[in-house]
T-cell receptor
Framework: EAQVTQNPRYLITVTGKKLTVTCSQNMNHEYMSWYRQDPGLGLRQIYYSMNVEVTDKGDVPEGYKVSRKEKRNFPLILESPSPNQTSLYFC????????????FGEGSRLTVL | GQQLNQSPQSMFIQEGEDVSMNCTSSSIFNTWLWYKQDPGEGPVLLIALYKAGELTSNGRLTAQFGITRKDSFLNISASIPSDVGIYFCAGQHNAGNMLTFGGGTRLMVKP
C-alpha cells in the first residue's frame, strides 16, 4: 500500500530536549516536504526536498532542521524545541516537485512544555 | 509567503444542506487544489483544477477555477455526516513552485 509514515504520532516533551520526527515514503517519490498545521493558519511549509541531498527552506524554517540522505526518508529535527513549536506536523511526498498528487502522512502531534 | 484567504473558517450545518466555501488570492495561480482532512488524519486530495474557468465534479463535490485565476470555490451538495472535517484549498503558481495552503474551513454536520 502506497503511504507516508510518520513517527511518533504523539509526543510530549520539554523545552530544549532534542527530538526527531521520522518520515518515510514507499512510493519512490523525489519530492518530500514538512508542514505544520496551526488553527486558522492552515498548513505552512517548514522545509522541502526535491531529491536526495537537496533540501531548502519553506515559509517557517526557524528552529527546524532536515536531512535527505536516502530517497525514502526525510526526518524533521528540532534541536532545541520551544513551546511555540507545539503543533501538528505533517510530512508529505510527491512524485516530483510539480507532478503527481501530494500524499500526506497521518500527522505527528507535538507538545513542548 | 503567499497568502490564500479561505472562508468561511467554520460552518455548522444540518444534514442534507448544500455547502459552499471559497478561496481568494492577491496573486494568480495556475493550479488550484482542494483537500479534505478527516479528524486524526492527514489531508487527502479531492479535486485538482488546472485551467481558468474549469468546473470539475467528484461525486457530490464540485469545484471551479475562477476566471481571474485568483479564486476558487468548492460546493458540497446534500451534505452527510461523513463530510465532517477540515477542507483546505491550495494554489500553485507554476511548474516548480510550492503549494500554498489556505487556512482551512472546518465543516460540522448535524444529523
Amino acid at each position: 500500500e502506497a503511504q507516508v509514515t510518520q513517527n511518533p504520532r504523539y509526543l510530549i516533551t520539554v523545552t530544549g530536549k532534542k527530538l526527531t520526527v521520522t518520515c518515510s515514503q514507499n512510493m519512490n517519490h523525489e519530492y518530500m516536504s514538512w508542514y505544520r498545521q496551526d488553527p486558522g493558519l492552515g498548513l505552512r511549509q517548514i522545509y522541502y526536498s526535491m531529491n536526495v541531498e537537496v533540501t531548502d527552506k519553506g515559509d517557517v524554517p526557524e528552529g527546524y532542521k532536515v536531512s535527505r540522505k536516502e530517497k525514502r526518508n526525510f526526518p524533521l529535527i528540532l534541536e532545541s524545541p520551544s513551546p511555540n513549536q507545539t503543533s501538528l506536523y505533517f510530512c508529505a511526498s510527491r512524485l516530483t516537485v510539480n507532478t503527481g498528487e501530494l500524499f500526506f502522512g497521518e500527522g505527528s502531534r507535538l507538545t513542548v512544555l | 509567503g503567499q497568502q490564500l484567504n479561505q472562508s468561511p473558517q467554520s460552518m455548522f450545518i444540518q444534514e442534507g444542506e448544500d455547502v459552499s466555501m471559497n478561496c481568494t488570492s492577491s496573486s494568480i495561480f495556475n493550479t488550484w487544489l482542494w483537500y479534505k482532512q478527516d479528524p486524526g488524519e492527514g489531508p487527502v486530495l479531492l479535486i485538482a483544477l488546472y485551467k481558468a474557468g474549469e468546473l470539475t465534479s467528484n461525486g457530490r463535490l464540485t469545484a471551479q477555477f475562477g476566471i481571474t485565476r485568483k479564486d476558487s470555490f468548492l460546493n458540497i451538495s446534500a451534505s452527510i455526516p461523513s463530510d465532517v472535517g477540515i477542507y483546505f484549498c491550495a494554489g500553485q503558481h507554476n511548474a516548480g513552485n510550492m503549494l500554498t495552503f489556505g487556512g482551512g474551513t472546518r465543516l460540522m454536520v448535524k444529523p
